[in-house]
C-alpha cells in the first residue's frame, strides 16, 4: 500500500477509511464514465463531418503533374486522401501484354487490388493495362476465349485440361494444366479476386495512345466493361474522347454503344509555386512558350517584325503567363492540362483561328507537328473542330482568334479586337480592346468558377454513388 494511504488510515478509523475509498472509487467512475461520453460524441460529430470519401484507400497511378494537380484540388474540395503512384516507373508508353502479365506475375495488380478501395488512373490509360489483365483473371471464362483448339489464357492464368481458365492448383498443376502451368504446386500462390470497389479511369489522350496491338486491347477492355459495369468507370476531360471512339464503330473495330466517356472538365489547378515578377517592359508583351510546335511560328513573328517574350519550355506555370499582355500559343492537341490551367488564372490567350490553323496544316514543307490533332481536317467549317477545346462552343470565350499574322499585328497594337473573328467567338465586350486585359482576366476566372463546380459534382456523384 503507498505510504500516503497508510498516513490516512493512521488517521481515521476503518470505517471512515472505508467511506472515503468508496467514494474515491465513485469519482473515478464518474469521471471515466463521462470521459467515455465525451470522446464519444466528439468522435460522432468529427466523423460526421467527414467525408464518405475520407474512409476509403484511393490510389492514383499517374504520369503527368497537371492531372495530379486537379487530383489534389478535388481531394482537397472532396476531402479525401490518396496515394500516388508514378506509372512511368513501369515503363514506357503503350504498355503491352507481355509487359502487363510480366507486371502481374510481379504481383502489382494484386498489390493494389488488396491495398486500394478506389483506383484512379490519369493520363495515359494504358499504363494500367495490367490492372484491366488483373481484372480478366477473376473472369471464369474458356480457355482461349472459346477459341477452339486454343488453350492460351490471358492475364498470366493457366489452362486446365477441361478446358477453362484460372489461377488455382485445380487449373495450374502438372496433373491438371494444359497450358501455362505451374511446375511447383507448393510454390503456387491463388491470387484472391480483386477487392477494389471502383476503378476510374480518367482520359486525357486517346484511351489506346502508343498501343501496339489495338485489337487485343480493345477485347480486353470491352471484357472487362461487360463483367464489371459497376465497378470501371471511364471519364474524358474534352469531348473529342467519344468522337475518336466513333471512328472505331465505324470500321467495327469497338462496339461503341457499350462504351463511352463521361465528359468532366479538368479545374485547372495548378500546385506550382508564382513565379518572380517580370520586368514592365517585357510584361507589356505577348510571350509565348519555347516548344517544338511554336519555335516556327517565332520566326514568322520575327519576319513581321513582331516584339514578344519567349519563355523557356519549363516556364513556370499559368502565374508566369498571366503577368504578361496575352499569350500566343498553336494548339498542338485537342486539349491540354495547361490550357485549363490559364483560363483557370485568366490568361488571356490568342491562338489562331479555325481558317488559319487549316493554313498552317497545309504549309509546304510542314512547319509544324500537327500529329496529335484530327488528321481529318479538311476546312473551318469542318465539325470536327468543335470538338477541341480550343475552337469548342462551350470554351471559345475564353480565346481570342485570329486570322493571319497581319491580324494579329493589328490586336497587339492595341487597336479595336480584329472584326475578322470567326462569328460568336470573341469576347462580347462591345469596344473592348486588349488594353482591357485586366477585365478580360477577371472575366475568364468568374465564368470558370461555374465550370469547377459542375465538375465537382460530377465527380461527386462516380465517387460517392
Known amino acids: 500500500m503507498l505510504p500516503i494511504a497508510n498516513n490516512f488510515k493512521n488517521n481515521l478509523s476503518n470505517r471512515q477509511f472505508k467511506k472515503f475509498a468508496t467514494l474515491l472509487f465513485k469519482c473515478i467512475l464518474i469521471l471515466t464514465v463521462f470521459s467515455s461520453v465525451f470522446n464519444f460524441f466528439s468522435n460522432y460529430a468529427s466523423n460526421k463531418n467527414k467525408s464518405k470519401l475520407s474512409f476509403q484507400r484511393i490510389a492514383f497511378i499517374n504520369g503527368h503533374q497537371g492531372t495530379s494537380d486537379d487530383i489534389t484540388y478535388l481531394s482537397q474540395q472532396l476531402k479525401f486522401k490518396f496515394s500516388e503512384f508514378n506509372s512511368r516507373l513501369t515503363g514506357g508508353y503503350g504498355q503491352t501484354l507481355q509487359k502487363a502479365n510480366e507486371l502481374n506475375k510481379q504481383k502489382l495488380g494484386d498489390f493494389f487490388c488488396s491495398s486500394f478501395d478506389y483506383i484512379i488512373i490519369g493520363d495515359t490509360i494504358p499504363d494500367a493495362r495490367f490492372l484491366l489483365q488483373r481484372l480478366v483473371m477473376d473472369i471464369d471464362r474458356p480457355c482461349g476465349d472459346g477459341d477452339t483448339g486454343n488453350s492460351f489464357c490471358s492475364g498470366g492464368q493457366c489452362c486446365s485440361k477441361f478446358g477453362w481458365c484460372g489461377d488455382t492448383i485445380a487449373h495450374c498443376s502438372i496433373k491438371n494444366c494444359l497450358n501455362g502451368c505451374n511446375m511447383n504446386e507448393l510454390e503456387f500462390n491463388v491470387s484472391p479476386k480483386c477487392g477494389t470497389k471502383k476503378i476510374i479511369f480518367l482520359v486525357t489522350n486517346r484511351f489506346d495512345f502508343a498501343i501496339p496491338d489495338k485489337r ?211 469576347f462580347d465586350y462591345g469596344n473592348l480592346n486588349l488594353m482591357n486585359f485586366p477585365k478580360i482576366k477577371d472575366f475568364e476566372k468568374f465564368e470558370w468558377k461555374k465550370s469547377r463546380l459542375e465538375s465537382l459534382e460530377k465527380w461527386k456523384k462516380v465517387l460517392e454513388s
Open 216 to 426: 487485343e486491347y480493345f477485347n480486353l477492355i470491352l471484357k472487362t466493361k461487360k463483367y464489371f459495369p459497376e465497378k470501371i468507370h471511364w471519364i474524358s476531360n474534352n469531348p473529342y474522347e467519344n468522337k475518336y471512339l466513333e471512328a472505331f464503330k465505324e470500321r467495327k473495330e469497338l462496339k461503341y454503344e457499350a462504351f463511352q466517356f463521361l465528359l468532366i472538365r479538368p479545374f485547372g489547378h495548378s500546385t506550382l509555386p508564382e513565379t518572380e515578377i517580370f520586368p514592365l517592359e517585357d510584361r507589356l508583351k505577348p510571350v509565348l512558350i519555347h516548344q517544338e510546335h511554336t519555335e516556327n511560328f517565332t520566326k514568322i513573328l520575327d519576319e513581321h517584325q513582331i516584339n514578344y517574350k519567349l519563355l523557356p519550355k519549363k516556364y513556370g506555370g499559368p502565374t508566369a503567363l498571366n503577368q504578361f499582355k496575352c499569350f500566343i500559343t498553336i494548339p498542338y492537341q485537342v486539349s491540354t492540362m495547361k490550357l485549363y490551367e490559364n483560363i483557370n488564372n485568366g490568361v488571356v490567350m490568342l491562338i489562331p483561328s479555325r481558317k488559319y490553323l487549316i493554313e498552317l496544316m497545309n504549309l509546304k514543307p510542314p512547319m509544324f507537328d500537327f500529329s496529335m490533332l484530327p488528321q481529318n481536317l479538311q476546312s473551318a467549317e469542318d465539325k470536327i473542330f468543335n470538338f477541341i477545346d480550343y475552337y469548342n462552343d462551350d470554351l471559345k470565350k475564353f480565346f481570342f482568334y485570329f486570322d493571319s499574322i497581319e491580324d494579329l499585328k493589328n490586336i497587339l497594337k492595341n487597336e479595336m479586337v480584329s472584326q475578322n473573328f470567326e462569328k460568336g467567338q470573341r
